[in-house]
Structures are given as structure tokens and as C-alpha cells.
């Protein structure tokens, strides 16, 4: 298996894809899957202000024939090879995957900007994250991974994380519509500590870039090449040395 790399082909390609993968051969999938939402430049208003998409920006109708069995057929592929899985998903079909498949946990996220091309980020304003395998740490996987306490440990206020992605992010600057920021899925991968990860859905890289930060070997899949540049960019982007090292 050839690890930190990134194969530019469909993630259920035959030959290199996951069908191609050994059972329970990567610890931990993680993954932004695609929405199934059609994605075009729009302007729309943002905390008082009018905001127009980047021009440079590169959009694609991801409307799928047959989604929801497009979507099974590739989840059970990774339910296959990985050991567990954290799938980042709209709010608005949490409940078709608890329907369909058998989460152990969730967790929701809510977006410090939500400004995207994807009318389902629009109106949802927050993702879940949904879990599946045995996680030990914690008594309740639910909220024990991701979530912030408030004020104190006593305290039985959740205070999910904030998700920085969109036009209004940092990352406004890479030509992938709504790139996500790595902020959250560091936290993630400090707590889990999978020695592996895959993401057959890479867009920017971002989890990928997350994982690499934290020594973790990973191993990502895009069937859109042009996105290559901003992996490309982000794996060039210099970070500080031991800044994010796991406790």
C-alpha cells in the first residue's frame, strides 16, 4: 500500500480504488462525502454585508444518479477496510444514515461561516459527525470527542466546535468552492490517534493535511484532478514545528 499520497480517480475504482483495499487494512476513515447538492456561484448576504464568490473558484454539479445507493455502496466499501470511521455530514440527512447504516455515536458542528456554493451548507448552517467502530476513550462517545465543555468539567452545557470553511474562510485563497479549514480535524486526530487514515473525498486536502501535521500515515483519494493545486498548496503551506504535536 502506498501511503501519503493522493490518487486522482473515482475512490471505487477497481484497481487502486478502495475495492482494491485489504479488510480492516487503514485504522480510521474520515471524510467530508459529497453532499449531492449543486454547487454554482451565487451572492448572497453575509453579518450585514453582500458577498460575491471568488471568480476563481472552480464549481461542478454534483447531483448524482441514484445517490443513495451510490453513497451505500461506497460507505460499505470503507466500512470494510477501515477499523472505524468519522463521517462529516449535513445536518439535514443525519437521520437517513442513522436509517441506513449503524453509527455509534455523533456529534454536531456548527460553522463559524457557512458561506458556500452548496445550498444544502446554506440552509443547514452545521454539520454532524457521526462515528462508527468501537471508540474506547470516553464513557459516552457522544460529544466526549469533539465537543467543548463550558465554563467547567461540572458544567452540562455542549458547546460544539466551530467549523471554519466557505468563501469567508482562510482558505479563500484555493480554488475548491467550500474548503475546510484543519482546525477541527485536528482536534479529532489528536484524541482518536489512528496510526492510518484514509479519505476517498480529499478536496483541498484538508484531513489529509491534518493527519500529516500529526505524523499519521494517510492515504486520500479525488476524482477531480484540478483540485490538485490546492493540495498541492496546502502541503506546501510551512507549519510551526512541534506546535501540533500529540499530548
Known sequence: MDWNEVFYVDCMD?????????????????????WNSDMKPNIRKFHNR???????????????????????????????????????????????WIRNTEPTGDAPVLWKNGFSGSKIANQSRKSTY????????????????????LYSKESHFIEPFTLEWGFCSKEKHFIHPSPKGITVALEVLKQLKPESLTDPFAGSGSFLKAADILGIKWLGYENKPIYKQDIDKRFNQKTIKGFFEVD
Open 130 to 149: 457521526l462515528f462508527y467502530g468501537k471508540f474506547e476513550k470516553g464513557k459516552k462517545l457522544k460529544y466526549d470527542y469533539i465537543a467543548k465543555r
Open 14 to 34: 477497481s484497481k487502486i480504488g478502495l475495492p482494491s483495499l485489504p479488510d480492516k487494512s487503514i485504522e480510521l476513515g474520515y471524510t467530508d462525502p459529497v
Open 50 to 96: 453582500e458577498l460575491d464568490n471568488d471568480k476563481n473558484k472552480v464549481f461542478f454539479n454534483d447531483k448524482i444518479d441514484n445517490f443513495e445507493e451510490w453513497t451505500l455502496n461506497w460507505f460499505y466499501q470503507l466500512e470494510r477496510v477501515c477499523v472505524k470511521i468519522v463521517l462529516v455530514i449535513p445536518e439535514s440527512s443525519k437521520y437517513w
